[in-house]
């Protein structure tokens, strides 16, 4: 009977081997119920290096002959959000602030496209990097510029291709930026998902990875939501000691203009915003109809002293623009849930 159960034993086990081997030859093994093809690790396992490949003739001609578009018609923006929604695994165009777009083309035909925009609010990689002050962040922050999404055709992942798509992008985007939006930039920043890229083309481009992200991604204008999925964070300096610049006491007299579109930030506390909305509670009875009354009228008396204390003084529109751009970033739900929306409504 031992005997019995030993020749069975080594019959399970020779099957075994064989099986394993016959998947391993189709390149496929299989690792606690995945399938993963061709290849097989275990933790602390070293991974496997990517192999380098030189670009072909037909490739090297492509790559010398490429040039960088920057997209400027409302069809070839249409065209490149079109491009990020549908192949992008993102699924999404969406930019938030100052923008601008890029495509990469050879014979006509787009091989890559890269949309950039406003920079992280707050970024603790970054802003430990630079150096600079809560208050020089907000002032100085549009010298900073985030590569929102890169995308490549299918069909045109040539070896080199991204680091020069970069390359070439990143000696014009300062003065493209400049023509756009009124000022340079200094430094750019972008997310890396470690799950689907290495970053190596930013490394290769002059990029410096600082860090992981804590998981949010930037939803509207000063909104972030949670996604739980930590990004390598990779920055180039556009100007030579940039960090340094972007931290100084005085900024670079090119970089000046930027501060005049700062909004004024309203400082006061909660319990002083409640405080002068009670006084005008007390003292200015409401006189309006019902219909007006989400809005009560003690509140948007508060709202309108507080941001003329702040500089707010250039009409409805100029206080409807504070609400939207961060000068009532955080005390407004004391006011109200929507400052912004209150002031429109009420000065329309």
Known sequence: MREQVFQASRHLQDAAILATRDLLLEGVSTFFGTARKKFFTLPGMPKSKVRFRR?????????????????????????????????????????????????????????????????????????????????????????????????????????????????????????DWERAWGHPLALAESFVDP???????????????????????????????????????????????????????????????????????????????ASLMARWDRELPEFRRKQALAYPIAGLMALIAMAVFSGVTKGYDDLADSCLSGCFSKPPAVVYRNASTAVSKNFA
Not at 138 to 148: E, H, I, P
Not at 196 to 215: D, E, F, I
Not at 258 to 266: G, I
């Open 55 to 175: 670009p072909t003739a037909e490739e090297q001609t492509v790559l010398l002959g490429m040039t960088v578009k920057l997209l400027v018609r409302p069809q070839d923006i249409q065209k490149c959000d079109q491009i990020l929604v549908e192949h992008h695994y993102l699924k999404s165009a969406k930019l938030v602030g100052e923008q601008l777009r890029y495509a990469v083309t050879w014979r006509g035909q787009w091989l890559a496209v890269a949309s950039w925009s406003a920079a992280a609010l707050h970024l603790k990689a970054r802003d430990r990097f630079i150096g600079w002050t809560q208050e020089q962040r907000r002032q100085r922050l549009a010298l900073v510029v985030n590569n929102s999404r890169l995308y490549v055709a299918e069909d045109c992942h040539y070896p080199n291709l991204v680091s020069r798509f970069l390359k070439l992008m990143l000696a014009r985007l300062s003065s």
């Open 195 to 273: 799950e689907q890229y290495r970053g190596t083309a930013y490394k290769v481009s002059g990029g410096s990875q600082l860090g992981n992200t804590r998981g949010w991604k930037r939803s509207a204008v000063d909104f972030y939501e949670k996604h739980d999925q930590p990004k390598q964070v990779w920055v180039r300096e556009l100007v030579q000691n940039a960090w340094g610049k972007l931290r100084a006491a005085q900024l670079p007299p090119a970089w000046v203009g930027v501060l005049s579109k700062v909004q004024p930030r309203c400082t006061a506390k909660a319990g002083e915003m």
